[in-house]
């Protein structure tokens, strides 16, 4: 029986203020990707959002990003190995501790907007995030993008990782994201795309933006919380591969 992994952004909010539906959206996804501060959250939320992934039994991973809370991580920023490498490590151990504290396992570990993108294309970049998941915990699985440099750093770092698909994203040909500032990159339309995830779980191709077909692993498929709409392309991808007799689990369990 076919299985698949559907992860969500989570605990993307900060202080007072809410960005995504996390308390709608949990309920519908088998893995949790938490912000850990560097990008967006505070400990407070950080807590809130892993007792919220406990209570629904999703597993957690930690979600670290650049340092920039004002671009929401978004930003390019150009940052030596070695630093990515101890802010990577900074942001496991925050979460890990609420993890501890609430007596669950964190899980994985992806990285989160403009040093995804980044690790991506990066082979530096990419082995940086590697090693520091390494020497934090090799246990923890890297969330990687399918067919990335991301894959070939978890490979010679020697930790488990899984291939990644976004739902709500547009792909280049070369197979990376289309970046947020074209017109097209985010994608909205419920029924358009949870049949194409039905695709890209049972083709593992995926039609990109300029009409070619492009293929890819999909092990787990993204769906961004603070995109417009998520808890419907929730809803509509769950019941779409349901109905295609697909089963919903989180990966490495």
Wanted: proline residues 4%; charged residues 20%; negative net charge.
């Amino acid at each position: 029986m076919l299985s698949i992994d559907l992860n969500c952004d989570m605990g993307e909010g900060f202080g007072v203020y809410d960005i995504g539906a996390d308390d709608q959206v949990m309920p519908y996804i088998t893995s949790a990707n938490i912000a850990c501060g560097f990008h967006a959250s505070n400990p407070e939320r950080m807590w809130k959002t892993v007792k919220l992934a406990v209570r629904n039994g999703v597993s957690i991973g930690a979600h670290p990003s650049y340092p920039d809370l004002v671009g929401c991580g978004r930003r390019a920023m150009d940052i030596a190995a070695e630093e990515i490498s101890a802010d990577v490590t900074y942001q496991i151990g925050a979460l890990w501790a609420f993890c501890q504290r609430e007596g669950v396992r964190l899980h994985h570990v992806k990285a989160h907007g403009a040093l995804y993108n980044k690790a991506a294309e990066n082979q530096s970049v990419a082995t940086a995030i590697a090693e520091a998941i390494k020497m934090v915990d090799p246990k923890l699985i890297m969330v990687c993008l399918s067919n990335s440099a991301m894959v070939t750093a978890a490979k010679e770092a020697g930790i488990p990782y899984v291939e990644e698909v976004f739902a709500d994203r547009a792909y280049t040909s070369q197979g990376h994201l289309v970046p947020r500032s074209r017109e097209g990159a985010v994608l909205h339309d419920p029924g358009m795309i949870s049949q194409r995830v039905l695709n890209m779980v049972t083709t593992r191709t995926v039609q990109a933006i300029d009409g070619s077909t492009i293929p890819l692993a999909a092990e787990t498929i993204c769906v961004h919380s603070d995109t417009a709409g998520s808890f419907e392309m929730l809803k509509a991808i769950r019941c779409k591969l349901e109905e295609a007799g697909i089963v919903f689990k989180a990966f490495g369990r």
